[in-house]
């Protein structure tokens, strides 16, 4: 059996399913044995996944973005050498910038103005985050996470909506103790 966008049985006909849960409550339904302890998530654990997804997403992106940008620079032998890349002082050397020809510094500006959006885009999906989680059915779980060490609001919440709550063996402590 495998678990994807498609669930299919070997002994049986293949099935298509789009939601996750669907995927969830079919492999519980077909090999209700080996599985012991399953959650079907409900459709607002869903969406928090997704959001958890585009926010991984636009992190991917800005990263990108302002790679882009050291490259063109790095291209142009512009190096920053004062220290770490997207700091206050280095964003003061970025804007000091300048080239002689007119398209570079079009080139320059849009990936500017590129990773400017970027960095927008990932912080409201942040917020909306950091919205929805207190009416989230997982809220104490990502609380719960955020009590290890370590473990910021964002890790507990992608932990919590990728994986969900950590199952103990039977007789032993909570897992989520700190």
Not at 52 to 60: H, K, P, Q, Y
Not at 68 to 87: D, K, M, P, V
Not at 109 to 118: F, R, S, T
Request: charged residues 20%; aromatic residues 6%; glycine residues 4%.
């Amino acid at each position: 059996m495998a678990l994807g966008g498609t669930l299919a049985m070997s002994a049986g006909p293949s099935y298509e399913l789009r939601q996750p849960h669907q995927i969830v409550a079919a492999a519980v339904n077909a090999v209700p044995a080996r599985i012991v302890n399953a959650t079907v998530p409900d459709v607002v654990h869903d969406t928090v996944r997704d959001l958890v997804r585009a926010r991984e997403a636009a992190a991917d992106d800005l990263r990108r973005k302002r790679q882009q940008l050291l490259s063109f620079l790095l291209r142009h032998g512009r190096i920053y050498e004062n220290g770490a890349h997207w700091t206050l002082a280095h964003r003061h050397w970025l804007a000091r910038q300048s080239f002689e020809h007119t398209e570079q510094q079009i080139v320059f500006q849009e990936k500017i103005d590129a990773i400017e959006d970027a960095a927008q885009r990932l912080h409201r999906l942040d917020d909306q985050l950091r919205a929805v989680v207190p009416t989230w059915s997982m809220a104490r779980v990502v609380e719960a996470y955020q009590a290890m060490r370590g473990a910021s609001f964002l890790v507990a919440v992608i932990f919590a909506a990728e994986i969900g709550d950590v199952p103990c063996q039977a007789g032993e402590p909570s897992c989520l103790q700190p």
